[in-house]
C-alpha cells in the first residue's frame, strides 16, 4: 500500500508539474499538497473497499472436505488417503517414498478445525517398511509423531515431527 501511494504521489507531482507549466496565472492548479491529499484520500477509500475482512482469511481457514486421495507436489514422492469417520474425525495414512524398496508410513488420527484451517495431532504413527528381493517386508523405526495438516487454498501443507521436509499435497481423488 505505501508504494502505491509512493508511485502514486510520483506521478501525481509531475502532472502537477507538467500542468503548471502550461497554465497561466489566473488558472492556477491546486497544491502539490492538495493533489496528494486528495489522491491519499481515494487510495485509502479503494483500498478499504477492495479489502474485506473475512475474504482476507479466506485460503487459510474454513470448511474443507480432507476426504480422498491428495499427493504431494513438493517432493513429488508422497502420497496421503484420508478417510472421514461418521463421527466427523479423519483417519490419514501418508506413504514417503525413500527409494524403490523402502517407504516411510504415517498413521494419523485428528479432527478437522475449520476456524484454525488445520488438523493437528499429538499421536501420529510413523513406521518405515523395507521390501528385500524376496518380496518380504520388515518393519522399523516405529515412533510416535506430531504435525499438523493446514488449508491453504485448496492444498493442504503438512509439516511432521519426524519429517524434516514440509509436504504441500494437493487433492486427486474425491
Not at 22 to 37: F, I, L, N, T
Not at 47 to 65: H, K, R, S
Not at 88 to 114: C, K, L, M, Q, R
Request: aromatic share 8%; net charge negative; charged share 30%.
Amino acid at each position: 500500500m505505501k508504494k502505491r501511494l509512493f508511485i502514486l504521489t510520483t506521478l501525481i507531482i509531475s502532472v502537477y508539474a507538467m500542468t503548471a507549466c502550461g497554465k497561466g496565472k489566473e488558472e492556477a492548479p491546486a497544491s502539490p499538497q492538495e493533489v496528494v491529499q486528495e489522491a491519499a484520500e481515494e487510495t485509502v477509500k479503494e483500498a478499504a473497499e477492495a479489502a474485506e475482512p473475512e475474504n482476507l482469511l479466506e485460503d487459510f481457514v474454513g470448511d474443507m472436505d480432507l476426504s480422498g486421495s491428495w499427493d504431494d507436489e513438493v517432493s513429488k514422492r508422497a502420497s496421503m488417503d484420508v478417510v472421514k469417520n461418521e463421527d466427523g474425525s479423519y483417519d490419514i495414512t501418508v506413504h514417503w517414498g525413500g527409494s524403490a524398496t523402502e517407504t516411510a508410513i504415517w498413521t494419523i488420527h485428528g479432527n478437522y478445525d475449520p476456524e484454525a484451517g488445520m488438523l493437528s495431532y499429538d499421536d501420529g504413527n510413523y513406521s518405515i517398511h523395507t521390501v528385500d528381493d524376496k518380496g518380504n517386508e520388515t518393519i522399523s523405526g516405529e515412533e510416535k509423531t506430531s504435525g499438523a495438516f493446514m488449508k491453504e487454498g485448496d492444498k493442504l501443507r503438512w509439516q511432521d515431527s519426524k519429517n524434516a521436509e514440509q509436504g504441500l499435497f494437493s487433492k486427486t481423488t474425491e
